[in-house]
């Protein structure tokens, strides 16, 4: 027998026989899914191309509680509402974490407050946020959002078919107040390119794990390497994304009117000052929000307007609701929202009916755990599947329907709340 032979059986015979010792040593089975290969595991059944209907197809057959082994690593997909609930609040004490996006950490992204793991810095940005976003300081907010809106309304007026360098621009121009307290004053300032460059990486870098999260030691690739994407990206991106977070901060203390971050200097500054560590979490916790809140609003905002092209009934209906309340004398403003149930309706049902993010960014569990008979090891990446729970035709009548009266009286149906904010400990910090 060769050596190169003998080297193969012994990897063979020890992939078996951990196979067979981790079957008969777990405490219960893992949950349904595909068989998976003694070498590579589940990774030639999971989906790749729109991945979010693959797996929904797959759920039919497995259940809303799948099980992937990706090259030894486990992997479930959750499927409804119930199940994710069940895991990810009720026993959010084992699922609140993250796995370990590599990519993030590649391009100086990873201490984000979206992809950092459950505790002590996750705590510190959260906190910021907390104390910055509770229902007085959304209110403080307000006119903010509502003299953008105005600019933007008049945008569309003057130039409609550059709608959507509108809808970016006008993304751009409340976050970068909100968070930093600086006006966008026209359509060439620098943070609308920056905010644009930043989402490009962002889409690239994507939400979710990627074949580098399951094998760490590519990221020592050179970048020349053939199918180095990441490493290229990280090159390029790395110190583009440091100047995203330093260029706010250094701009004159006095061009700027209140913002998140200042109002968060002043409370540190009254409790004893600001260290450098404060710092860096504040540039980490408000870098969050200036990408990742100026993309998900333009984003969202795109969508309700793709979704009112393909049924203008809709959009008359909540027309004719906004000249009934308002006569057609002024714009709405945020205390008009409760006399607005269909318009209301109409914004629910287009996030449900299209989520923004067929995934929500994986939870990873802490701790074995027993759910429904089924055993989840710890290290466990779980996904949820947003486009699973809005076609759930248990939940939702006729699910592929766009129907905003779902969610009104008589039929009340659940507003798709987890699907566009998260679930549990890791929810969006800014759903009051």
Known sequence: MSYSLAVALLILAFIVAKALWNKHTRPAP???????????????????????????????????VMYFDIVGKPLVILSSQEVASDLLEKRSAIYSSRPRFVIHEMIGWA???????????????RKFFQQAFNKRGCLAFCPTQLSQTHVLLQKLL??????????????????????????????????????????????????????????????????????????????????????????????????????????QIEDLQRNGGASSEDL???????????????????????????????????????????????????????????SLPYLDAVISEAMRWHPTAPFATPHSS?????????????????????????????????PTEYRPERFLPPQSEPLPVNIGFGWGRRRDPFVL
């Open 30 to 64: 893992f949950p349904p899914g595909p068989s998976a290969n003694p070498l590579v595991g589940n990774l030639r059944d999971f989906p790749v191309s729109d991945p979010h209907l693959g797996l929904m197809e797959m759920a039919r057959k497995y259940g809303d």
């Open 111 to 125: 201490d984000m407050l979206v992809f950092l793991p459950y505790g002590e810095q996750f705590h510190k940005q």
């Open 158 to 263: 003057q130039d409609p078919k550059r709608y959507e360098d509108h809808v970016r621009q006008f993304s751009t121009a409340v976050i970068m107040e909100i968070t930093y307290g600086h006006k966008v004053a026209s359509d060439d300032d620098p943070y609308i390119d920056i905010t644009e460059a930043t989402n490009k990486i962002l889409m690239e870098a994507g939400h979710n794990l990627s074949i580098i999260d399951f094998f760490p030691s590519l990221k020592y690739l050179p970048s020349w390497f053939p199918g180095n994407w990441f490493g290229r990206l990280a090159k390029d991106a790395a110190p583009f994304i440091q100047n995203m977070r330093d260029m706010p901060f250094e701009r004159p203390a006095g061009d700027a009117s209140p913002s998140f971050v200042s109002t």
């Open 280 to 338: 860096q979490t504040l540039k980490a916790a408000s870098s969050q929000m200036y990408a990742a809140g100026a993309e998900t609003t333009w984003s969202t905002l795109m969508n309700i307007i793709a979704t009112m092209f393909l049924y203008p009934e809709a959009q008359r209906k909540a027309q004719d609701e906004l000249d009934s309340v308002l006569g057609g004398k002024r714009l709405p403003d945020f205390d008009d929202r409760r």
């Open 366 to 398: 802490t701790a074995d755990d027993i759910y429904r008979g089924m055993y989840i090891p710890k290290g466990t990446t779980v996904f949820v599947n947003n486009v699973a729970i809005s076609m759930n035709d248990k939940i939702y009548s006729s």
